[in-house]
């Protein structure tokens, strides 16, 4: 019971954020930056998608996309966005956490601003084989105040490369507070990494 009322107290707070935002942000730097990794086809899914600017990203690309998140107001709003593009999105409200991809489904996932790291095995399990993970997330170790204020929700040194150790590391930028920190990508980490082929 304290689990549904726990979900029902994130899912107002995220539909309150979502409903007074002005715009959605831009899509993650970690996809936007690197279009050309992805494949000329497949079915690719935004995961906690928020109001979904990676996944009208994913949807002009080309790729079959699915996007989920918790809030019913986003959903909605990405929904209406998709439509106005005239773009195909298959947008659900689901509860991620209670209802991870299923293994094998995705050639593409992209997760942006979002951390459970009891979903992570489950994320990569998702990939199909040559499938690619686009992650990007706060860390620790960061420059501003940007991001969620407890350590739970943003990643230690190095962490979002080893909880994926399984798969291919296609690129990883962390940037900590090393050197110049006015410049670079700071505060967050990003990695695009690759399902394994089956070994022949």
Known sequence: MSNDLDTDALRRKWDERHRAASAPRPPAAV????????????????????????ALL???????????DLSPVA??????????QGLTIDAQVRNIEAHPPE???????VVAHFLSRELMRAIAAALR???????????????TKTGPSSHQFRFERNELLWVFS???VCVY???????????????????????????R
């Open 58 to 68: 994913l949807a002009r690309q080309g790729l079959d996309v699915c996007a989920w």
């Open 31 to 54: 996809l936007a930056e690197n279009l050309h990794l992805l494949p000329a086809r497949g079915r690719a899914l935004d995961l906690a998608c928020g109001l979904g600017a990676n």
């Open 166 to 168: 399984d798969l291919w």
């Open 103 to 109: 293994p094998e489904d995705f050639d593409v996932i």
């Open 75 to 84: 959903i909605d709003q990405l929904r209406r966005a998709a439509d106005a």
């Open 173 to 199: 930028r962390e940037e900590a507070k090393l050197g110049d920190i006015t410049q670079g990508q700071r505060d967050e980490a990003m990695l695009i990494a690759q399902q394994p082929y089956p070994a």
């Open 129 to 143: 084989p040559g499938g690619l993970l686009f992650y990007q997330t706060f860390t620790q170790e960061a420059v």
